[in-house]
């Protein structure tokens, strides 16, 4: 069964910072790209940040959020993160990571529940 779950979401001040993890389980965490996107209230999901499955391959950042956050992944753990710093209220919404299949078979691709970032003071 896959599944992805979030955490390290919360209520922060503006310029403050929050990592979020994503725990990723049954699939081959190393052949999948994976990426964290957004949806504010009355918006549209975006993409915030990816990073493919391949050795090498810059990662990929929405220009709202250049500089300030960090995607990384810990295939022994398979676990993707986003490191967010100097946040914005802006920036507030539900944070979802999803994997995307790369390499050979398994499920295409697979969304997490979702985690609530909220900045303000």
């Known amino acids: 069964q896959v599944q992805l779950v979030e955490s390290g979401g919360g209520l922060v001040q503006p310029g403050g910072s929050l990592r979020l993890s994503c725990v990723a389980s049954g699939f081959i965490f190393s052949r999948y790209a994976m990426s964290w996107y957004r949806q504010a209230p009355g918006m549209e999901r975006e993409l915030v940040a990816g990073?493919?499955?391949?050795?090498?391959?810059?990662?990929r950042y929405a220009d709202s959020v250049k500089g300030r956050f960090t995607i990384s992944r810990d295939n022994a753990k398979s676990t993707v993160y986003l490191q967010m710093n100097s946040l914005k209220p802006e920036d507030t919404a539900v944070y979802y990571c999803k994997a995307d299949r790369q390499i050979g078979l398994g499920p295409t691709s697979s969304w997490g529940q979702g985690t609530q970032v909220t900045v303000s003071s």
């Open positions: 990073l493919s499955s391949f050795l090498g391959i810059e990662p």
